[in-house]
Structure formats: C-alpha cells, structure tokens
C-alpha cells in the first residue's frame, strides 16, 4: 500500500527530528569522554620534560585544576544550551540572533566566537563528506534548508561549546592554554556524531541518491524565482548553494550569505572566516561530484563498452574512472594553449589587459568543451566544467597582471588531470596544487603589470609552469616539488631586487643577532658570578649594559676580534677591582691599572649607544664602588676563581644557547647608533608593550613571504609586501613598491594584525574564490555541468 503524502511528510519531519535527538544526545555523552581524554593527554604532556618554547608545567597544571574545578558546570551548561537548541520555533533563532549581536561589542564574546569559529572550521575540515551527506538529507526531509541557528552546524554548536565554557566560570587563559589538545578531543566527537546519523539516515533509508538530487534541483528552481522578485525589490535573497556555503562559513555571527568584513571580524576572525567559507565550497563541490557519481550506480562508466582506466597521480588512489578518449585527449590538449600568445605575449603599452586575455579565456573555453565532447560519464563531465570555471576566474582577475594571468591558464590541463585523479583536490585546502596557485598568485597580484615585467618573479613563475607541463604524469608530486622550490625562491629573491632591501635585511638580522646574544651573556655572566661576593651594582651593569656591549661588538667584529675580548678582560678587571683588598699590593695594582679600565669601560658604553651624562654617572658610580672595596670587609675572592672566569669568558660563545626573546628595544635611532647606517628609507615599529593574543601571535609567526597586506601606518594605507623575516621570526620586513620599508617587531606586528591596521589582501586564496565564483555559474545554470 502506497504510504499518503502527509502521512509520508509527517514520517519525514519526525526522521529528521530523531536524527537531531541523536546529534545532540551524542555531544551529550561525549563530553565526559572529552574531560577523560584531555586529562589523560595533559598528564602525559606534564610527565615530560618541558622542550624548548613548550608551556611551563606550572602554567598548564593550574590550567587542569582549573578544568578540572569548573568540568562539571561545563558539561552541565552545554548540555543544557543543546537541548534547548532542539526547541522548535523562530523564537528560538530571533533571540539566539540578538544576543550575538549584542556581543559583539564585548573582546571577550569576540575572542569566544574566534575561538569557536577556528573549532568549527576544524571540525568541518575533518567531517566534510559525512556532515555534508547529513546536512543533505536533512534538507530532502524537510524540505527546507538548515535554520543559520540549526544544532547540526558545526559553528552553532561549537559556539554553544565556547558559551558553556563562559558561564562555568572558565576564563579565556584556560582555554589559550588547553586549547590545542581541546580542540582535537572536540573534534573526534564531532566526527563520530556526524558519522552516527549519516549511519542511522542509511538505516532507515530515509533518502536516495535519486531522491537528494531531484530535491537539489526543486530547491534551486525555486529559489530563483524567489531571487528575481527579490531583485526588483532591491533584496539579496541567497540561491541553494552559496546559502548553505555561507552559512556554513558564517563566524557564528548571524552573518550569513556575506563575506566577512575586516571592519566586523578584525584579525585571525577575518582568517577563520575565510578559512571556513573556502572549506565550505569544497563541500559544495564534493556535494556534487557525490551525487553524480551515486547517480551512475554501479554501471561504470557511461557510453557502454567505452574501454576506460582509474588515473592515478602522485597523491594516491580513488580517482575517477575516466575514458580512454579523455585520457588521449588530455595528453593533446596542451599544445591549443601554447598556441594563445604564450609564447609571443605583447606588452602591457601594447594592448590593454582586455585584449591580452581575450583569446586566451577563448582558447581555454574551447579546450574544455573539447574535453566534455569526448568524455564519457557525468562526473567526467561536471569534473571538466568545475575546473573550467575555476580558470576562467583565475583569468577574470585583474588584480594579477594579465600577463601572469596567463600562464596560470596553462596549468589548467595540469590541474584537472590531478582532479580527476585525486579526490583530495576537492577535499583538502592544502593540496599542492591549490597551495601552488595561491602561493603564486598571492605573491603577484600587488604589483601592476609595468612593475612585474621583466622580474625575476615574473620568470620564476613562468619557469614553474613550464616544469609542470613536462611532467604530466607525476600528479600532485611535481606540484609539490615546484611549490617548495617558489618557497625557496621567495625566501632570499624579494630582498635581493635592490642593494637598499639587502642591506635591510642584513641590518635586521644582526639586530636580531645583536639582542639574542645580549641575552645569552647576561645568562652566562649570572651563572659565572653566582656564588661570587661581587657588589650588587656590579652585578647588575654587567648583566644590563655590558652584555650589551659584548654582544655589539661580537656582531661588529667578531667574537675573537681583539675590541671583544678586550671588553671581556673589563668585565673581568671590573669584578677584581671591586672586590675586597686587603693588601697592599692589590691595592697599587688597582690603582695603576684603573685609568686603562675606565677607558675601555667608556668605549664599550659608547659601542651601545650610552652617551654623554648617562655614560658618566654609570663610569662615576662604578669608580664609587671600587674605591670602595679597599675599605670593605667581604671576603676577597680567591686567584682561581678570577682565572677560572677569565677562561669561561674567553671561550664564552662555545657555551651560548639558542635563547630566543622578544622583549627589547627597537629603534631607527638606536639602528644607526649601533651599526652605523642610514635608515631615512624604513620605518622602524617597534614593541610597544601592548598585549596581543596569542592566537593572532601564533598567525604572525606563520605569515607566508610574498603575501600582500594593506598598511595603515600613521593614518598613511599602503600595499605592503611582507619580503623577509628574521631567523627567529622576531623581526619582519614589509616592501611598498615606492620603496618604503617598514621593520616590526614581531608583538607589535601581532598588534597591526589583531587591531586591522595590517590586513591581508587575499585571506580566501585564488583557488577558493575561482571554485566559489564557479559555484555561482553552476548555481545559475545548473544544466551546464553536463552539456
């Protein structure tokens, strides 16, 4: 007996509420197992010692303790928010909404939402294909999208999470401190969530393929009606498939369907967004290869007896099963682009971008249908169009000089052999070939077309798409081969192009040198004098200033130049002379060679920049003090201790460790002072003291060369190209192309990037905003995917 429809409906609405139940009663439990695993984890982390740059033990057992406190009112309150969340009604999702914006106003409900949308955007990254087959069915039941409030997002509940942690009583220091192994542990329990109602959906056959693809294509239909009568009106109403991207890419703001604004979302929460609105397309994506491929069933390849072969690149198995014809035709496609002005491009006074670009986006529309013609299954098909679509948008760019436009077109044959036959092309962000790609054009889409002709970059690029095309078969292994070579390439080339950059770069780097050896001697001096009856004055001008003074002049001579170990004899002589003496003899000796060691004292505080009156209080003072160890009591310290230390401070730099700091001063003055060179060309931005968290520390640490910023410096913006970074990272170069230099360091540059002063110009990549203005043409014309 057929089952009615409003019977059939109510069935449906009741599958997809008992789905949520599970959802929800899943997070429920997995809670516990969170606090167990976590506690777990960190008692095996405080078991080991601490490695260099590790958290202190101390720092991360107050941390447990404090979890450990507050656990049980953390998995109380989220308990509570996700149930309530199972609560139906608009009600629900109006108050849910004004509260976000409410908190908006508040660093703290905003560092939340960052935390909680990096979370989401993890836990998306390793759910993908199950939540996207949930989210699907869902929507097949009931016959609607997913509510921008709905439990089943990952950013709702992961912001419920980060809500929960709140109103425990847990503070944000906590979270910082535990967050690597919190987010890991959250994310297991998302992904086996996710793949438990994928599982139960399978067991009450609640949706086919069929069924999913027929309901995609009413939803679409649908809704562009509603879109065109939106139009008229002046609304923007979202289509099918950038509401559920947006949605899903949204910083669990409210903000669905628009691009997060730096102005709303400042520092790493712009990148997260970006991040999750890039993951999300490539769900899109797979949401279509999936339901094609499902559609063919298990009948192979369309076209019948079509003899057929799985391509298999460098990045592994899985790929589609494609024709013998395709396979021929893309081994004979590359020569229709060489034909489009690839070798002979006319200059930029020549033609306008328009007219350079022009043949070439005909020549890759006629490769591509050529493709389709000879392609035998759908997923073929859509796999050609995709990537089709994503070139043409990489060639519609005009923030990359045309000429180099064009040579990202040649990769297109390269790129879709490597989609066809690697699923992770559509899976990972980080593909080699997407990396490459953005890398690239990250890099070059700063510059106008006059200033990157002829460049060094301009042919590294060229060079790089030319050794893809020689090796068509490798897959994604000569993509990562190229991609750590460009890497290379941008390490040393972007401050090579001028003798003023060079010489930049070689300033920074021995201020870098110069402060991290001042810490190692101070370290050295206190661990030589630490048992030794030395004035407290003394103690202290040694570890301050003359530490200074010998790692200056170490990076200004070198280390067994006679200045440095002439200085090393001072503070030698300096620690004998203001010790006890009780015979005279020592005392004559003091006496005659005092004169000597004021003046090497003078010029090594001179060497450091202390000058003038300040130079002549500490000279006085010191004077003060050894006139005053021949009246002092204290013990004298012993002949072989002085030698001793002569010979440690002789060989000092065989016991230096690598100590990395960020915490000294930094100044164009204090440059010049020190290494004696003109800085009238660059801005030195120095730290300031300001606090900045660690998330948007951890994401200026890993900023990649070659990438673009916009610069608000003293009210001035300006395009900046971030050319060089220190050894240790603690100081980094911006290039404008007029030839202005800005130094940060690296807390103050932290601050410039958390308060939107430094702001990237390309946060989504060029590959994710090709497949999402691919999406949109789909969106559109859903029937050009196949024809």
Known sequence: MAVAPSHQRIWQKKLARQARLRFVGGLCAGLPVVILQLNQQLAAILAKPIVDGGRSHVALSDALKKLEQHQKAWIDAATKLFRQSLLSGDAQEDTSSSSLMLELVTDEAMNGKIFASRMAAQVLEAVAPAFDHVRRVTQFLEDEELGTSDILRPEIWCQKLMEAWESAGLDRATLEMLRTELLAQITDVGARNYESVQQFYSEQNAATEEDLKSSRIKRTEGEAASGAAAA??????????????????????????????????????????????????????????????????????????????????????????????????????????????????????QYGAAHIIAPVAMAARQQSSSLKSVATSDEEKAIIEIIALMFQSILNEDRIPAGIRIWFARLQVPVL??????????????????????????????????????????????????????????????????????????????????????????????????????????????????????????????????????????????????????????????????????????????????????????????????????????????????????????????????????????????????????????????????????????????????????????????????????????GSPMQVQYAWHSERRQLQLFAALSGVYFLFQLRRMGNYLQSGLLVPRDAEGITARAARDALAKIEANPERLLQ
């Open 232 to 349: 008229s009106s002046g609304q923007v109403v979202p289509g099918a498939f950038s509401a559920n991207m947006s949605a899903r890419a949204g910083l669990a703001t409210g903000m669905v369907d628009v691009a997060p604004s730096f102005a709303a979302v400042q520092g790493m929460g712009a990148i997260a967004a970006a991040k999750q609105k890039a993951t999300g397309v490539l769900a899109q994506l797979r949401g279509f290869l999936g339901g094609l491929a499902g559609s063919a069933g298990g009948g192979g390849v369309a076209g019948g007896g079509a003899t057929a072969r799985t391509v298999q690149g460098g990045g592994g198995g899985g790929g589609v099963l494609i024709s013998h014809a395709l396979q021929q035709a893309l081994i004979a496609q590359p020569s229709m682009m060489e034909s489009a002005w690839f070798d002979t491009v006319p200059g930029p006074t």
């Open 417 to 714: 052999r490597v989609a066809l036959a690697e699923p992770a092309f559509f899976n990972d962000m980080e593909h080699p070939a997407r990396q490459l790609i953005d890398r690239m054009g990250a890099c070059v889409l700063g510059f106008e077309a006059s200033a990157l002709s002829g460049t060094a970059l301009e042919a590294e690029v060229k060079r790089v798409v030319q050794v893809i095309e020689q090796y068509p078969e490798t897959g994604s292994r000569v993509f990562q081969l190229v991609l750590k070579e460009f890497q290379k390439f941008l390490e040393t080339n972007l401050t090579e192009q001028t003798p003023k950059a060079q010489e930049l770069v070689s300033l920074a780097q021995q201020v870098e040198q110069k402060e991290t050896l001042a810490i190692q001697y101070t370290i050295q001096l206190r661990d030589m004098l630490l048992d030794m009856p030395v004035d407290g004055e003394v103690r202290e001008f040694l570890f301050k200033q003359w530490s200074d003074v010998l790692a200056m002049s170490t990076i200004r001579f070198g280390a067994e130049h006679e200045n440095t170990k002439k200085f090393k004899q001072a503070a030698l002589d300096l620690v004998w002379s203001a010790s006890a003496k009780p015979s005279k003899e020592e005392r004559a000796k003091v006496i005659r060679q005092l004169p000597v060691l004021q003046t090497v004292l003078r010029q090594g505080l001179t060497l450091a920049g202390v000058l003038n009156e300040r130079q002549d209080e500490i000279v006085k003072s010191l004077m003060d003090i050894v006139a005053g160890a021949f009246l002092a009591k204290t013990h004298e310290i012993p002949r072989e201790r002085i030698e001793a230390m002569a010979q440690r401070l002789a060989h000092l730099e065989d016991a230096l460790d690598d100590v990395v700091t960020e915490d000294y001063p930094l100044s164009a003055e204090s440059i010049e002072l020190m290494l004696g060179i003109d800085t009238t060309a660059i801005h030195v931005i120095a730290d300031n003291g300001t606090q900045v968290s660690p998330e948007v520390l951890e994401w200026a640490k890993h900023l990649a060369v070659g990438h673009w910023f916009m610069l608000d410096h003293n």
